[in-house]
């Protein structure tokens, strides 16, 4: 007889939400960084090289550990639409477009690609550069979170 560990369901929502975020960001952003030479962009352009911190710092070199974090906030943040997500066929799509116009375009801070940035800085807007992989990367995320929950959620409730 195999022995289950019950978790509460928040707790199991956010560790798929975190593991799924995890590896979609490390994937996506491994790729778009060797195939769009993020960082060799950055350096040249005065702006950005001015904003962003070289590719061998600390802190860059910590961003997949710290998305642990990150898809901690964001799970707890989406849990209590977990219904509205989880329970539709298209909730997924949802899940993509509320992700990606909170955390990009429709973000409060002043980044590149932002409303907020637009209004206030003078980062060049080249839509080339950032959004293809924030896109892909949420409606990746988004399909296969949606997915991995919604197979657990079925499990459990037949």
Known sequence: MRKTIRLH???SFSLRFIVVH??????FGIFFMLVSKYFEYFSHDPVFSEVMKPSDALSVRMAPVVQVVRGAFLALAIYPFREIIIRR???????FVLLFVFSSIGSVITGPGSIEGFLYTRFPFNPVIGYPEIALQMFVF??????????KTAEITA
């Open 89 to 95: 066929a298209t909730g997924w799509i949802h899940l």
């Open 142 to 151: 988004s399909w296969l979170f949606c997915r991995w929950q919604g197979k």
């Open 22 to 27: 995890g590896l979609t960001y490390l994937g």
């Open 9 to 11: 369901p928040m707790v």
